[in-house]
């Protein structure tokens, strides 16, 4: 449903639901204000950019997004991807991309792929996540201790060495600001809830800076002042080239957005017990990737902990999401030249938490203690987000999570034989025979039961053992009444055999074929070729009509429950 939830909201609105709604924006609006700043910083960008992704961005995803409670933003995922692309495409490339990004978004949307996201695994996410979480911290060490290194080198191996060769340069007045900073962010929640710990820190670490004259960078020292306005919309020179050498971060950047929004939108929906709109999600996304850069902004998505916020202290309704961006805006108006005080060691204490947040050592634990094959995808989307960038973890993340998972599948798909006659009070029964027990399986017919989906990673295995059994037999009954699904190569493999009894001069008889592998093989001419009268609904009807073919007299058909219909 491509309903805005503002929209639905506003058929039940009440002056009480604002009164929550107004207060719960302004202090996500409070919370938001210091990360928004330090996401930009982070991303490589001036640290007016990220207030206006918040505004921007945040405005348009709640206004048209599928969630009650959504706040969007600059987040800490989009970091590492969005100072790659600054690197190497520079602003107009990271404008390219973003747009790009929501334009794959808002199809994403319409095509009503926004189910589709939970299919990739949580392998994938916790290793990207903890990899971007590592370089987060790496990035901030310079801020954190004042060290004012010039040209730090974007790799994390490289940016290792240089720090330890310039820890001599270790500011003493940046230090003192970082450990208040850190202090206030870790143990103000002990004392209270109401007050966000880090708006406090940044409050105190600019007043100790500015009322003690302490050497420490701020972010008017680094960047210059804050402006009061929002940019007039610009556009960047948009050509094939260019938009052919940024389709892979425009994919990656897309690909982000819709984990992390939709992630978000399900933890909110078992926070106040509601239901998001995932595929209207995905186009508000994509509508504030589209226009966020065009207003200087960088790219957008839903915000987990400043959702959570917004929850734990009232927010019911976009209204609060919308009133977030409001107060950013204010801010920006009235006190944006008080912003530049701001202590930058403040901020990087700040997206160090953020980053241990990201982390989640437990989760970072238990991920190692998985399936190995789960344990190979998380080490390597984790080894490659930090050794490499985003865009290469997640391809091959999820290249190789398919492949693990279709070799997988293959192994769980098997073919059995079943050739003699079974003992009805034995009370035992030989793998994938139990629906044949006490049933006579006339010489010269050989049956084969499929278990599992009939594709092309398990084809292969399925020709090989027909191949080497069957050769002596008259008639061959395939039955299916475990396949629940077929593709094109598990069609061409029946085809293969089909044609290989005929070479031989034997019969192949399909027995329980569903309804979706029954459909795929009529579209592919395959049942035309076997003969509508060699395609049966169960194994009696089969086997009888192998003795039809055999010339003997046919069984009388029980009505009973193994008998009667194919499971």
């Known amino acids: 449903m491509l309903i805005p939830k503002l929209f639905t909201t506003f058929k039940s609105y009440t002056k009480e639901q604002f009164y929550k709604d107004l207060a719960a924006g302004t202090i996500v609006g409070v919370v938001a204000l210091p990360l928004a700043i ?14 206006i992704t918040a505004i921007i961005g945040g405005f348009i995803i709640s206004v048209l997004g599928g969630s009650r409670v959504q706040i969007g933003g ?6 590492v991807i969005v100072f790659g692309i600054i690197q190497g495409y520079g602003l107009d490339g990271l404008m390219i991309a973003t747009i790009l990004a929501g334009i794959i978004l808002i199809i994403m949307g319409l095509m009503k792929l926004g189910t589709l996201i939970k299919f990739i695994p949580l392998p994938l996410i916790a290793g990207f996540t903890s990899g971007i979480a590592l370089i987060i911290f790496t990035t901030q060490i310079n801020d954190l201790f004042g060290l004012k290194i010039e040209n730090l080198p974007p790799e994390f191996l490289e940016k290792i060495p240089v720090y330890i060769a310039n820890f001599n340069l270790l500011n003493t007045d940046t230090l003192i600001v970082t450990i208040i900073s850190f202090l206030i962010i870790i143990f ?3 004392i209270t809830k109401k007050i966000p710990g880090i708006f406090v820190a940044l409050i105190a670490g600019t007043l100790i800076t500015q009322f003690f004259g302490l050497d420490t960078e701020t972010i008017s020292s680094r960047f210059g002042e804050i402006p009061n306005t929002l940019p007039s919309p610009s556009f960047p020179e948009i050509t094939y080239a260019k938009i052919y050498g940024l389709l892979g971060p425009a994919f990656t950047i897309a690909i982000l957005a819709s984990i992390e929004s939709l992630l978000s939108a399900v933890v909110a929906d078992g926070m106040i017990g509601g239901r998001h709109r995932s595929n209207m999600e995905l186009v508000a996304n994509g509508a504030a990737n589209i226009l966020s850069p065009i207003f200087g902004g960088i790219p957008v998505t839903g915000a987990i902990a400043r959702t959570v916020t917004n929850i734990k202290s009232g927010g019911r309704t976009p209204v609060a999401g919308i009133i977030h961006a409001f107060i950013l805006l204010l801010v920006m108006i009235f006190f944006g030249q008080y912003a530049g005080m701001v202590p930058l060691c403040v901020l990087a204490a700040i997206l160090v938490v953020v980053a241990y947040n990201m982390f989640d050592w437990r989760e970072f634990r238990s991920q190692l203690r998985m399936p190995k094959s789960d344990v190979v995808v998380f080490l390597t989307t984790f080894c490659l987000t930090v050794l490499f960038d985003l865009t290469i973890a997640i391809e091959i993340g999820m290249i190789l999570t398919a492949f693990l998972f279709m ?20 009370g035992t029964e030989d793998s994938g025979a139990n629906s044949v027990q006490g049933k006579e399986i006339p010489d010269g017919v050989i049956i084969y039961e499929v278990n599992g989906p009939f594709f092309f990673g398990a084809a292969s295995k399925f020709k090989d053992v027909l191949r080497t059994v069957h050769s002596n037999s008259k008639i061959l009954i395939l039955r299916l009444r475990n396949v629940p699904a077929i593709d094109a190569t598990g069609i061409a493999t029946i085809e293969d055999i089909y044609e290989e009894c005929i070479d031989r001069n034997s019969v192949l008889i399909l027995s329980g074929i569903h309804a979706q592998p029954l459909f795929a093989a009529e579209k592919a001419g395959l049942i035309k070729k076997i003969g509508d009268d060699n395609v049966r609904g169960n194994i009696d009807d089969a086997l009888n009509r192998a003795r039809e073919i055999l010339g003997l007299p046919p069984k009388e058909i029980t009505a009973s429950k193994e008998s009667s219909v194919e499971k």
């Open 38 to 51: 330090a996401f930009g910083i982070a991303s490589g960008v001036s640290p007016e950019k990220g207030l």
């Open 74 to 79: 600059p987040t800490g995922a989009f970091i």
């Open 188 to 190: 103000l929640p002990y």
């Open 407 to 426: 070799h997988r599948m293959a192994n769980v798909a098997n073919i059995g034989i079943i050739s003699r006659e079974f003992d009805e009070n034995s």
